[in-house]
């Protein structure tokens, strides 16, 4: 279902308490007022994440992040940091492959102290030569800290593994060969391609009434830079899984294997679908009440932890299920997992056992948006891959799935026969 009829199926349309508007220059802003509480969120959300980079170009979005706090021509490299801690404010940032985002966090009456100076970081990076190499060592240091880390190395390979034409399967951190070749004059070149008005939300949540909110974002977002021009990525579909792609690696200083394994699901364009994959995540692997966490941990003890997850994208949603395990258990494991999905495509789950997943995932949904920063964060993640009114549908459509329709989900997303499995192991004689 496109997203234009998901907007308008009246078993998912309801209220949408922000208001949402679209200012001359083509800037998205969303604003919602929370009278009880003094501080005021600010997140902007840029359509700017790994799947914008071309292919040469690898880890540069995220490198960018780090590279937007270190200054303009008006503020020297510091200063922003200086300014919010000095107003006891907070402020970070994150990159994925579908976005980059940056928020910040103040007590209300410093709003119009804080909020100009991250628009002009955001508009107006100076990127310097000097900073570019400082940082580019602080990056690369991540890079090799993450080959530290077993579950690091197994997800990034699950995800080259699934994802083999799709920018998904690439490491948003890049590689330090492709981090190395990168120029000061090459990021400014993205961010001035990317940086702009019509790629960007900013989203203001809190005790900030809505015309004093957007007078101030009208001031502080209003001089971009001048457009520019960097090599386009264009993304292609990943094409359907119709084997078993598996690889096997060899660590030292594992104690335990991990089993992963994955399927693609659908992108925004297919929602519910994704939504009702979701539901089935909980249902196979959340909780010790799930399937199989009973099954192979509780009754059958053949792993000591399994767990699944549920990641939407904008292009292609996955789903996961991982374990930890001793070496010996990995093929009865995989076997009973493969089996338990063909089991969801014959059998249709209980009323009872379906009433349990809604309310966890609808619970959970409730839980995550008590806070100023927690709303912010859902409204522009959700008008940076779709459309911002499709943040508050969620229980309803998780409500609104019946045990046929997850049977139908099971067959056509949950393959025991077609997905991908990454399984590590430790090293012959480590045990």
């Known amino acids: 279902m496109r997203l234009e009829k998901l907007l308008s199926d009246p078993l998912i349309t309801t209220n949408f308490s922000a208001n949402i508007f679209k200012l001359p220059n083509g800037l998205s802003v969303i604003h919602q007022c929370l009278p009880a509480t003094p501080v005021v969120v600010v997140d902007v959300w840029v359509r700017a994440g790994a799947i914008a980079e071309p292919q040469e170009w690898t880890g540069m979005a995220h490198f960018l992040e780090h590279m937007i706090f270190k200054g303009t021509q008006k503020l020297a490299p510091g200063v922003f940091d200086s300014v919010i801690e000095s107003h006891g404010g907070l402020t970070n940032a994150a990159t994925s492959h579908d976005y980059a985002h940056f928020f910040l966090t103040t007590a209300n009456r410093y709003l119009e102290d804080t909020l100009p100076p991250l628009a002009d ?13 400082r940082e580019r060592d602080v990056v690369l240091e991540e890079i090799r800290a993450c080959f530290d880390n077993p579950d690091w190395i197994g997800f990034q390979a699950l995800s080259e593994n699934i994802y083999q034409r799709h920018p998904y399967g690439r490491s948003v951190l890049g590689t330090e060969m492709q981090l190395m070749a990168q120029s000061p004059q ?9 940086y702009q008005p019509e790629n960007m939300t900013v989203v203001i ?11 101030l974002v009208n001031k502080s977002f209003e001089n971009f830079c001048n457009p520019s021009y960097c090599p386009i990525l264009q993304s ?25 394994m ?16 979701d539901l089935l995540s909980v249902l196979l692997a959340d909780g010790r009440s799930s399937r199989l966490v009973r099954e192979l941990r509780e009754e059958l003890r053949w792993v000591q932890g399994i767990s699944s997850g549920f990641s939407l994208q904008r292009d292609s949603s ?34 009872k056992e379906l009433s349990r997943c809604q309310r966890l995932l609808c619970n959970d949904y409730i839980f995550s948006t008590e806070a100023a920063g927690q709303l912010a964060g859902l409204y522009g993640y959700y008008n940076t891959i779709a459309t911002a009114e499709l943040a508050v ?14 049977m139908v989900l099971a067959q056509q997303y949950l393959s025991p026969h077609h997905y991908a499995v990454t399984v590590l192991k430790p090293i012959a004689g480590d045990w």
């Open 236 to 260: 292609e579909a990943e094409p359907p899984i119709t084997e078993i792609r598996r690889q096997e690696l060899y660590l030292p200083r594992i104690e335990q294997a991990r089993l992963l």
């Open 262 to 277: 994955a399927w693609i699901g659908p992108g925004v364009e297919g929602l519910r679908d994704a939504y009702g994959l």
């Open 393 to 406: 549908t969620y229980p309803r459509q998780i409500q609104g799935l019946t045990p046929s329709d997850l």
């Open 186 to 194: 090459q990021m400014r070149s993205f961010h001035a391609t990317h």
């Open 121 to 133: 970081l955001l508009l107006h990076a100076a990127i310097p030569d000097d900073e570019f190499e």
């Open 205 to 215: 949540t809190g005790g900030v009434e809505q015309a004093s909110a957007l007078e």
């Open 318 to 351: 996955l789903f996961t299920i991982s374990a930890y395990l001793e070496p010996q258990y990995l093929e009865q494991v995989e076997a009973h997992i493969c089996d338990r999905l063909l089991q969801l495509q014959t059998t249709p789950v209980s009323q």
